[in-house]
């Protein structure tokens, strides 16, 4: 079992940053994936960005291409999220995700964090 911590929302103003951070509760994580998905008040969860845990390749939804860069420590089974140039539009709770090996999609989830970005 995988348990996953989220640390690092909060509020900013249009045009600021804020970095996210998730720890993997596991001595080694050794799965497909890890990523982010934040869902805003009234909408689906969207897929945001994720990183191949073996080999590093990054994924982005076009929304935050340019503006996100998400990163890994792997020492400390941890994804970070750079969030940069933010928008009123990227308001939402955003959720860490992790697919374990064999599974088909991401099967552990976070607790969620608050991201607001005010106008």
């Known amino acids: 079992q995988v348990q996953l911590v989220e640390s690092g929302g909060g509020s900013v103003q249009t045009g600021g940053s804020l970095r996210l951070s998730c720890r993997a509760s596991?001595?080694?994580?050794?799965?497909?994936?890890m990523g982010w998905f934040r869902q805003a008040p009234g909408k689906e969860r969207e897929f945001v960005a994720s990183?191949?845990?073996?080999?590093?390749?990054?994924y982005y939804a076009d929304s935050v291409k340019g503006r996100f860069t998400v990163s890994r420590d792997r020492t400390w089974n941890t994804i970070h999220l750079q969030m940069n140039s933010l928008k009123p539009e990227d308001t939402a709770v955003y959720f860490c995700?992790?697919?374990?090996?064999?599974?088909?999609?991401?099967?552990?989830w976070g607790q969620g964090t608050q991201v607001t970005v005010s106008a």
């Open positions: 596991v001595r080694t994580f050794n799965g497909v994936a």
């Open positions: 995700a992790a697919q374990a090996t064999g599974a088909s999609a991401y099967n552990y």
């Open positions: 990183m191949r845990w073996s080999g590093g390749s990054t």
